[in-house]
């Protein structure tokens, strides 16, 4: 008996088989022929009315289960009849022989027609969802890792918004238990509310002490969360590719640390304690523009002094939660199963286009498709102008690729240029010196989108004489980038701290990282408020001989506490340059370079508390700065501390700028 062999299919429509998206249920799909389905809102298939709002589109549900196999052919030709004359006025002509199948409870479309126009539907329907109705969820992450992999990610990720590969490394880290999670937020909002969520333990610290006639002292208390704090408020860019995002975070490095501090009086010795509390705490506030499932590294800072070597930082991830229908995954299969086969000869085109024919997409603004009237002629009839005017306004599905080549640009065999208003995207196919010339026309057509600012700081310590002769060279020059890498390669000088800010033009950011230690530093007298929180045990005193503390009354004097912090402060507020390539900024900074210390005063009768003595570099300036160049800020010598006596040295600060362009690329659907 002879064997007779199968016919072969292309390698291509394998592939596609075994994606799923042909079907072979019912005998295998035409060479060159695709069925697919994505989601495709009604909104997207209807013209707007002169109301601004779209009409129901005209297409009945699915039949039902019992339904005969005529039902669902004639369900098949009425989404073909109408979804056609949509797509048709912004992808061209379908081949004979297309089907398509519209589900309008899932907002499901499945449509069967050549590949090549499938390459088209492929590129708008990716275009289209990033427009689909949706919700942000955030969610944050606190992880320490080595300072040398956190220097490294800072380096990597100064000059673009996608921080994708450095969060995939982090997470790669942290599955091989060399970087730990410290804390983790997840925040589902909706675009113009304001979400806060905390993660921590609430304890109780002391805010005050009201004293009595005995000089001795009530701890008023309050409660403060310890840990992982998150204010997120999104606003959703109209067309849905991006969003700007306010937000604040605040997260204590490590355990707070209890202690007493003496206070005392000069008719009262030996005096009294009170507790204090002081915290490690990172914290920022600023505004960014983000797209949404791209992760962003929004923090650095120094980690618990008690692992050294290691460093924490921050990452804000942003995921799209769907406001519509799940996909109707057995669409596609019920579109093969009724829909009738394409019509011997219909064209098949191939499954990819030509190997020289590449795909660009521009954004550009609605003017854009005016250029397409330019030949509207101004002394015709005002009904006729009108005529043309209504036709600009809603140009056929060639618009595009008329007013392309009218600049020029040919259109070879397998190109084409289409345009869809409600995402303002053209989306052209054509040979790269073609597509060069299209990048170079719409450049001067297209949206500007919202530029992120990237500032950089990092504060340096060298030998003075190293640090002098690199000052004296950077008189040469507004942009020390180059000396900033010859330094940064120096084994002799020491990184001390580094710290990124991301905001918009015209916003100010903040970042503050260090410790908040408490003291008493004022005594305000006055009546005591009844409505203040009690303690929860008995008064912190030191009581007199021969005194009831029990019995003598408060006058309304109270110790008031206050949170002194040291460590890096930091704020930038930025204004963009006309041409949108350089920034006016103005930068404060303070840097603790040695730890406070404390100096014991004697007894005087108002208030003798212990003295702070801070040792800080402060600094306020306004400064020029031009995309990815690096500024020399200031340099000081730091004193205070052991470690600085007897040594000639100095500390600098430097400034990095990037402007970060958020132009959306799109999605596959």
């Known amino acids: 008996m002879k064997r007779t062999s199968s016919p072969r299919l292309p390698g291509a429509l394998l592939c596609l088989i075994a994606a799923g998206l042909l079907s072979t249920a019912h005998g295998e799909e035409p060479a060159g022929w695709v069925t697919k389905s994505f989601t495709w809102l009604s909104r997207d298939l209807v013209e707007e009315g002169t109301d601004g709002k779209a009409p129901p589109l005209p297409i009945a549900a699915l039949p039902k289960d019992s339904a005969t196999k005529e039902d669902w052919a004639r369900s098949v030709r009425a989404s073909t009849a109408t979804i056609t004359r949509s797509l048709t006025k912004y992808l061209g002509p379908f081949p004979e022989g297309t089907v398509m199948l519209y589900d309008p409870a899932s907002e499901t479309l499945a449509i069967r027609t050549t590949s090549q126009k499938m390459e088209m539907l492929n590129a708008l329907a990716g275009h289209l969802k990033q427009q689909h109705p949706w919700q942000p969820v955030f969610n944050v992450h606190v992880v320490e890792a080595e300072v040398s992999f956190v220097r490294e990610i800072l380096r990597e990720t100064a000059a673009t918004p996608f921080h994708d590969a450095a969060w995939a490394k982090l997470e790669t880290l942290v599955e091989k238990k060399e970087a730990n999670i410290l804390g983790q937020l997840r925040l589902p909002t909706r675009s113009g509310q304001r979400v806060t969520a905390t993660s921590g333990t609430e304890i109780t610290v002391p805010s005050s002490a009201i004293l009595n006639a005995n000089n ?175 036709a600009a306004q809603h140009p056929d599905a060639f618009a595009a690729q008329r007013i392309l080549t009218a600049q020029g640009i040919q259109f070879p065999p397998g190109s084409f240029a289409f345009y869809h208003p409600s995402t303002s995207f053209l989306i052209v196919a054509n040979r790269q010196p073609n597509l060069d010339m299209v990048e170079a026309f719409v450049s001067g057509h297209s949206c500007r989108y919202f530029i992120t600012l990237n500032f950089d700081l990092t504060i340096v310590e060298g030998e003075a004489s190293v640090m002098r002769e690199f000052a004296r060279e950077a008189g040469q020059s507004a942009d020390h980038s180059t000396i900033w890498k010859k330094m940064a390669a120096l084994p002799s000088v020491k990184w001390l701290e580094s710290a990124r800010l991301e905001t918009r033009s015209g916003q100010r950011a903040s970042f503050e990282a260090g410790m908040i230690r408490q003291s008493v530093t004022s005594l305000k007298s006055g009546a005591s408020k009844p409505s203040e929180k009690q303690g929860p045990s008995a008064p912190l005193t030191q009581e007199k001989p021969g005194k009831d503390a029990s019995t003598a009354s408060e006058d309304g004097r109270t ?32 840097y603790h370079y040695a730890p406070s210390t404390t100096v014991q005063e004697a007894a005087v009768p108002v208030l003798p508390v212990p003295h702070l003595q801070h040792h800080a570099a402060r600094i306020e300036l306004s400064t020029f700065m031009a995309h990815g160049t690096t500024r020399w800020l200031a340099t000081w010598k730091p004193t205070g501390s052991p470690e600085h006596e007897g040594r000639d040295v100095l500390q600098a600060a430097f400034l990095t700028l990037n402007l970060l362009g958020l132009e959306p690329y799109p999605e596959a659907p």
Request: hydrophobic fraction near 35%; charged fraction near 20%; proline fraction near 11%.
């Open 216 to 390: 001795e002292a009530r701890i008023v208390p309050k409660d403060e969360v310890i840990g992982l704090q998150m204010d997120v408020e999104p606003v959703l860019a109209p067309d849905g590719s991006f969003m700007d995002v306010n937000y604040a975070l605040s997260w204590h490095i490590n355990a707070p640390k209890r202690r007493m501090e003496r206070v005392s009086f000069a008719d009262s010795s030996p005096g009294f304690g009170l507790p204090m509390m002081d915290t490690r705490v990172a914290s920022t506030n600023t505004s960014i523009s983000i797209v949404p499932g791209h992760p962003r590294l929004i923090g650095v800072w120094e980690g618990a002094p008690e692992r050294p070597g290691r460093c924490q930082c921050a990452f804000l991830n942003s995921e799209k939660m769907p406001g519509h229908s799940r996909l109707n995954d057995a669409l596609s299969q019920l579109l093969s199963e009724h829909a009738s086969p394409p019509p011997p000869g219909a064209p098949t085109g191939s499954y990819r286009m030509p190997d020289d024919i590449k795909l660009a997409i521009h954004r550009v603004p609605k003017s854009f498709l005016q250029l397409d009237a330019q030949g509207v002629d101004p002394f015709a009839s005002s009904s006729n102008r009108s005529a043309e005017a209504k």
């Open 559 to 590: 110790l008031e506490y206050t949170s002194l912090p040291t460590g890096l402060r930091w704020k930038v507020d930025p204004v963009m340059g006309p041409a949108g390539d350089t920034s006016e900024v103005n930068v404060a900074f303070t």
